[in-house]
């Protein structure tokens, strides 16, 4: 069964939405950290993102058109964006390691980590919503989709 291009279209949307709630509700948890149950929800939510953006890489590597220029970018795109959140996921488990025995009195390191876990964290929301964005600008392209 070949995929259809509207069912293409409303999975990027909703990739592209899913991952913008990750970020709104991440800046919220950063700046309001004490808990709610809105912080079990933002887990949930951030799980379906990362599973939905790997879905999206994975239909990516289906249906594109490598050989077109702009298959090949999107394509590409693809694998910068697995080879961040590959990254990403190594620096925040070593950061909440490290944060939980560096002390506040040193604020440089402390620093340091904290900036690496927002890089990690928000960079794999914006990777996921930029190639849904990538998906969903060139759709119309029929040069680089082998869609129905």
Known sequence: MKLKKEQFKIYNFFILLI???TI?????YFTYPIYTILWDILGIIIIIAWFGTFGLVFI?????IKTDKIGKKINHFCYYCLAFYVLA???LLINTGLLSIVHTADMA???ILGLITYIGFFGMALFGMYL?????KYLE??????LE
């Open 19 to 21: 991952n913008f709630i």
């Open 24 to 28: 709104i509700l991440g800046i919220i």
């Open 60 to 64: 990516n590597d289906l249906i594109l």
């Open 89 to 91: 996921w190594i620096f």
């Open 109 to 111: 390191m402390f620093t």
């Open 132 to 136: 849904a964005y990538l998906d969903i």
């Open 141 to 146: 392209n029929r040069d680089v989709w082998n």
